[in-house]
């Protein structure tokens, strides 16, 4: 049983599967899947002990739904946020007409002149509803959401993906498709000052 915090694990998983597979000794598929006895294995070995049990609770409670598990069981892998390279073999596919992207009040003179940008990731990540990407832009700060002009770029030629979880993952947003929501907050308090993996 782990001996933790569930959220730990969560984030231990997060760590691994998206970014550091390597931190453990763990290799992933080119699609990001890996074997389930592998990494508890190999967690267990580097010092994070928990069980099938524990792990399929992570993947069950995570209401981002984080995790995919393969359709036997026996394999997993994170649903989006790497930043290592996989191809998660997601279909390009028609968006709604606007998407959302959350972020820190203090990055948006930025992102509106230079674009969105995936930073540490390989995509950027964009939301459906403008709750998903109000609590996504808390994480780094004072919230303000940005409408993405998601049809339009389509048209001309953008890819966009739904990830497993109902993310929306491109390469890149240009200023051009991007304006402040007008129900986001304009206030100035901020607390960080560089985007950075939290995950
Ligand atoms: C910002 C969470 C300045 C961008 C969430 C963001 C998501 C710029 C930060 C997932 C910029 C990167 C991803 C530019 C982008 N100038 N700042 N040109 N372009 N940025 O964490 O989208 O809990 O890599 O706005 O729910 O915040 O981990 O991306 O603020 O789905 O499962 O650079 O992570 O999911 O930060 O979050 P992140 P994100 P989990």
């Given at each position: 049983?782990?001996?933790?915090?569930i959220?730990?694990?969560?984030?231990?998983?997060s760590?691994?599967?998206?970014?550091k597979?390597d931190?453990?000794?763990?290799?992933?598929?080119?699609?990001?899947?890996?074997?389930?006895d592998?990494?508890?294995g190999?967690?267990?070995?580097?010092?994070?002990?928990?069980?099938?049990?524990?792990?399929?609770?992570?993947?069950?409670?995570?209401?981002?739904?984080?995790f995919?598990?393969?359709?036997?069981?026996?394999?997993?892998?994170?649903?989006?946020?790497?930043?290592?390279?996989?191809?998660?073999?997601l279909?390009?596919?028609?968006?709604?007409?606007?998407?959302?992207?959350g972020?820190?009040t203090?990055?948006?003179?930025?992102?509106?002149?230079?674009?969105l940008k995936?930073?540490?990731r390989?995509?950027?990540?964009l939301?459906?509803?403008?709750?998903?990407?109000?609590?996504?832009?808390?994480?780094?700060?004072?919230p303000?959401?940005?409408?993405?002009?998601?049809?339009?770029?389509?048209?001309k030629?953008?890819?966009?993906?739904?990830?497993?979880?109902?993310?929306?993952?491109?390469?890149q947003?240009?200023?051009?498709?991007?304006?402040?929501?007008?129900?986001?907050?304009?206030?100035?308090?901020t607390?960080?000052?560089?985007?950075?993996?939290?995950?």
């Amino acid at each position: 049983m782990f001996a933790g915090d569930i959220s730990k694990l969560s984030k231990f998983l997060s760590f691994v599967l998206r970014h550091k597979p390597d931190a453990i000794g763990l290799t992933l598929d080119p699609q990001g899947w890996t074997s389930i006895d592998d990494l508890i294995g190999k967690s267990d070995a580097a010092g994070t002990r928990f069980s099938r049990e524990d792990l399929l609770h992570v993947v069950e409670t995570s209401e981002k739904k984080r995790f995919t598990l393969s359709t036997d069981g026996q394999r997993i892998r994170a649903a989006q946020g790497h930043s290592i390279d996989v191809e998660l073999g997601l279909s390009a596919r028609e968006p709604p007409n606007v998407l959302y992207h959350g972020t820190a009040t203090q990055f948006v003179d930025s992102i509106l002149s230079e674009g969105l940008k995936p930073q540490a990731r390989k995509q950027v990540h964009l939301s459906a509803d403008e709750a998903t990407a109000h609590r996504v832009g808390q994480r780094h700060g004072k919230p303000t959401i940005l409408v993405v002009d998601a049809l339009r770029m389509h048209a001309k030629g953008f890819l966009f993906f739904l990830a497993d979880n109902g993310v929306w993952l491109t390469d890149q947003v240009p200023a051009e498709f991007l304006a402040p929501s007008p129900s986001s907050t304009t206030d100035s308090a901020t607390t960080s000052t560089q985007p950075k993996l939290s995950r």
